[in-house]
């Protein structure tokens, strides 16, 4: 069974850093492109980070240059380090593990609030 559970959500003032965790179970993680997801209500699911098997990181636009994402093949996990936060990056964050069609799995989302 794969299972994909994201932790490190919660509260943060504005120019604040948190710090999200992915841990994975069920699958071969270092074949994996992993990615971080997230979803503002009334928005639609957009591409925050991504990692590929051979380590290669993407980011969107929004992020770059304050988001760092990472693996860590041994323990299974994808880590994003969030900087400098802003108001309008609250939103579900949610990581994924893609392989193909048939093997692209999701987390349960982690809530992130970024308010004074």
């Known amino acids: 069974q794969v299972q994909l559970v994201e932790s490190g959500g919660g509260l943060v003032q504005p120019g604040g850093s948190l710090r999200l965790s992915c841990a994975a179970s069920?699958?071969?993680?270092?074949?994996?492109?992993l990615g971080w997801y997230r979803q503002a209500p009334g928005n639609q699911r957009e591409l925050v980070a991504r990692?590929?098997?051979?380590?290669?990181?993407m980011y969107g636009d929004s992020v770059k240059g304050r988001f760092t994402i990472s693996r860590d093949n041994a323990k299974n996990t994808v880590d994003l380090q969030m900087s400098t936060l802003k108001p309008e990056d609250t939103a579900v964050y949610y990581c994924?593990?893609?392989?193909?069609?048939?093997?692209?799995?999701w987390g349960q989302g982690t809530q992130v609030t970024v308010s004074s």
């Open positions: 994924d593990a893609y392989l193909s069609n048939r093997q692209h799995y």
């Open positions: 069920g699958i071969t993680f270092s074949a994996y492109t």
């Open positions: 990692v590929f098997s051979d380590g290669v990181t």
